[in-house]
T-cell receptor, first 113, second 113 residues
Framework: QQQVKQSPQSLIVQKGGISIINCAYE??????FPWYQQFPGKGPALLIA?????SEKKEGRFTISFNKSAKQFSLHIMDSQPGDSATYFC????????????FGTGTRLKVLA | DSGVTQTPKHLITATGQRVTLRCSPR?????VYWYQQSLDQGLQFLIQ???????AKGNILERFSAQQFPDLHSELNLSSLELGDSALYFC????????????FGPGTRLLVL
């Protein structure tokens, strides 16, 4: 119940293409769904996050789509650039009661120039 | 630069040994989190401290312990080290007790030989 399943494990996209990474969770107590971006040799950094009261959030080229009934959420990177090449982690968190912050296993994205 | 500092950057030690990893949170942040990142396990939440007190515990082994000091820096102690403890250890910090955004440090790479 505490797992967050992330797919694909790796992704190769042409420059200008759309990158899509999917995550699924089980615990309905989760109420915060962030995406983190990690470059080699660096710690993860928050990219964008969503709460379950909205179905979509967009920040620049990055969009989170959220499907509460299916318990799934996804990250879309529009007009993907070589500089977007990194590992992306989704996470699900419960921000009340017993604090839990569960990360997906990560997606290694490579954007070809 | 997230403002979270971790030392040392790299650590090589032998099985059975004990090491201490250090983390200084961002100025003003009261919560410190520790994570273990390995290739096959992704990011695993270990433990959270808030203003000196333990707040949440994840998959932390009994051989591991942590504390947060009055100046808010934190130390993660790993003892009786095993080969499988080789991983990246990240510290993150946030403003409040259940703050959603966590700021990650650059990590400590531990290699147990």
């Amino acid at each position: 119940q505490q797992q967050v399943k992330q797919s694909p494990q790796s992704l190769i996209v042409q420059k200008g293409g759309i990158s899509i990474i999917n995550c699924a969770y089980e615990n309905t107590a989760f109420d915060y769904f962030p995406w983190y971006q990690q470059f080699p040799g660096k710690g993860p950094a928050l990219l964008i996050a969503i709460r379950p009261d909205v179905s979509e959030k967009k920040e620049g080229r990055f969009t989170i789509s959220f499907n509460k009934s299916a318990k799934q959420f996804s990250l879309h990177i529009m007009d993907s650039q070589p500089g977007d090449s990194a590992t992306y982690f989704c996470a699900a968190a419960s921000t009340s009661g017993t604090y839990k912050y569960i990360f997906g296993t990560g997606t290694r994205l490579k954007v070809l120039a | 630069d997230s403002g979270v500092t971790q030392t040392p950057k790299h650590l090589i030690t032998a099985t059975g040994q004990r090491v201490t990893l250090r983390c200084s949170p961002r100025s003003g942040d009261l919560s410190v989190y520790w994570y273990q990142q390995s290739l096959d396990q992704g990011l695993q939440f270990l433990i959270q401290y808030y203003n000196g007190e333990e707040r949440a515990k994840g998959n932390i082994l009994e051989r591991f312990s942590a504390q947060q000091f009055p100046d808010l820096h934190s130390e993660l102690n790993l003892s009786s080290l095993e080969l499988g403890d080789s991983a990246l250890y990240f510290c993150a910090s946030s403003v409040g007790e259940w703050q959603e955004t966590q700021y990650f440090g650059p990590g400590t790479r531990l290699l147990v030989l």
